[in-house]
């Protein structure tokens, strides 16, 4: 926007070292904002008492600290909370602090909106409006840090977009939540609907990252319709690149599977998952649906579906886990509350919903 400073945050400390320019002392200088920045979550120039008050009112003349605005803020009743921000553009997206006995994670977007056009995420609903830069990424870290005392140890990209069509500015950041905030690359887990090539030029990065695939079927017949990425990239080849991956990092790798009701939750794909997954260290992340309105008629299958599905992997030695369900009534499923917001966020043509999905008994 025009008339608005820049933000430090999503520059490196030698980067805001180059930004102070000939500032008297700018290395040491440009060390300490950075520490103030990110190992602090400092929010305003003014909070850092180590530099010298004159420095500090340049500062507030030149640049800001933090590059985004709160839209909205909901905690839930299990202590969730969900920010709806935006850089003073009022193109809004979503990021989530989940405090966890013994640890705090947070859940981050990559971009504002989301292009894949899954039949089953809010996001998918609202279109694609841009990348998200590595300060905004950042920036939504810090900001959750400052709504709570204990450390954010883990970092989750499942948040609005797909992060690896966004690879450069998310490796930026990547690398700033390590260097810079301290976070261990092996508390940062990437999310992915399966890009392959990228896939394969992130396991070239040799980062120590998590990656998980948004699965949701063994079968092409039924990911064509629930993902039209798998049009592209169908299931042998999109699990192919996840099994070199793990073979390329040394990292187990996760295969998120979306349960709906009569869709995808069928002991036929169970069975079908078992032989695609032999032999690679992996585990499959069970995820009941959490019911938002696409247009699909979707549903969460009952606790028996559930136990029937889970049971087949778990008998056929598949490790599998099931997600721990939070922030129900804060509209926690990624893309719900950007679009109930009347900032900028695309939203589909009227008309242009998916075709819905048959059910099966």
């Not at 390329?248 to 995808?264: A, D, P, Q």
Request: glycine fraction near 10%; charge should be positive.
């Amino acid at each position: 926007m025009e008339g608005k400073l820049t933000s430090l945050v999503g520059n490196t400390s030698t980067e805001i070292q180059a930004l102070l320019g000939d500032r008297p002392n700018a290395k040491l200088r440009g060390k300490q904002i950075g520490g103030h920045l990110y190992k602090r979550a400092v929010d305003s120039f003014d909070a850092m008492l180590d530099l010298p008050a004159d420095l500090r009112a340049d500062l507030n003349q030149n640049f800001a600290v933090q590059p985004l605005e709160v839209a909205t803020h909901k905690t839930s009743t299990d202590g969730v909370d969900k920010l709806l921000v935006h850089n003073g553009d009022h193109q809004v997206y979503e990021c989530v602090l989940l405090p966890y006995e013994g640890r705090v994670s947070c859940c981050l977007s990559s971009q504002v909106g989301c292009p894949m056009g899954c039949a089953f995420c809010a996001t998918g609903l609202g279109g694609f409006d841009r990348n998200l830069t590595a300060g905004e990424i950042v920036g939504q870290y810090l900001m959750l840090q400052r709504l709570t005392e204990k450390r954010i140890s883990h970092v989750v990209f499942m948040g609005m977009g797909e992060p690896l069509l966004n690879l450069k500015n998310l490796l930026k950041a990547m690398r700033i939540l390590h260097d810079e905030v301290g976070l261990s690359y092996r508390h940062i887990t990437v999310s992915t609907v399966g890009l392959v090539p990228q896939i394969r030029e992130l396991a070239k990065e040799n980062l120590p990252i998590h990656l998980a695939l948004s699965l949701h079927s063994p079968l092409d017949e039924v990911r064509d319709r629930l993902m039209p990425v798998n049009h592209k990239w169908p299931v042998k080849e999109v699990v192919g690149a996840m099994r070199d991956y793990q073979e390329s990092t040394g990292r187990k790798v996760t295969f998120e599977y979306l349960l709906i009701n009569g869709v995808n939750d069928t002991p036929e794909q169970a069975r079908a998952l078992v032989p695609l997954l032999k032999g690679m260290p992996n585990v499959v992340n069970l995820i009941p649906f959490n019911w938002v309105d696409t247009g699909q008629g979707f549903s969460r299958p009952s606790n028996d579906r559930i136990r029937t599905f889970r049971g087949i992997l778990q008998n056929a030695g598949v490790n599998v886990t099931q997600r721990v369900e939070r922030g129900h009534d804060i509209a926690a499923a990624c893309g719900q509350l950007a679009g109930q917001h009347k900032g900028k966020f695309a939203k589909r043509e009227q008309g242009e919903q998916l075709k819905p999905l048959p059910l099966v008994p």
